[in-house]
Structures are given as C-alpha cells and as structure tokens.
C-alpha cells in the first residue's frame, strides 16, 4: 500500500510524462508481440490502448525501433 500511495504522490508532483512514457512502452511491447502473431496493425493498436492509427505507428517506431507494418519480420 505505501509503495501505491508513493507512486500517486510522484504523479501529482509533475511525473506525467514519465508514466505516459512507460504505460506508451508497455502498449508497444504488448502490440509488438500481437503482431509478430499475426495481427492486422489495426487491430493491435486498438487492442493496445490506443485510439488513433497514426499515433500509434509514430509511437510504435520511437519506442520499438521499426514501423508496426515491420513487425512481422522481425
């Protein structure tokens, strides 16, 4: 319980990006696998968390390294 209240008392002092970031990686990595199974693109992205197509590949390459559309070859 004190390592939760922790984690929450460091959002609200300004740490937003840095669980963005993170939550983003988690999203990627999940959506990196789906793929590698077979996946459509789209269909990982929404079942990862995110909402827009486009903000999804952009995210994917910076975090992962390669465009989602790669993933299969990977």
């Known amino acids: 319980v ?5 984690f929450f008392k460091k959002i609200q002092k300004g ?3 840095d669980l963005h ?5 988690v999203r ?4 990196d696998k789906l793929l590698k199974c077979g996946v459509k693109v789209s269909d ?5 968390g995110f909402s827009d197509p ?6 994917f390459k910076t975090i992962i390294g390669y465009p989602p559309s790669e993933a299969h070859k990977k």
């Open 15 to 17: 740490h937003r990006s």
């Open 2 to 6: 004190a390592n939760i209240e922790l």
């Open 21 to 25: 970031h993170i939550l983003n990686t």
């Open 28 to 31: 990627c990595e999940n959506a």
């Open 44 to 48: 990982a992205c929404y079942d990862c």
């Open 54 to 59: 486009s903000y999804f590949s952009r995210t």
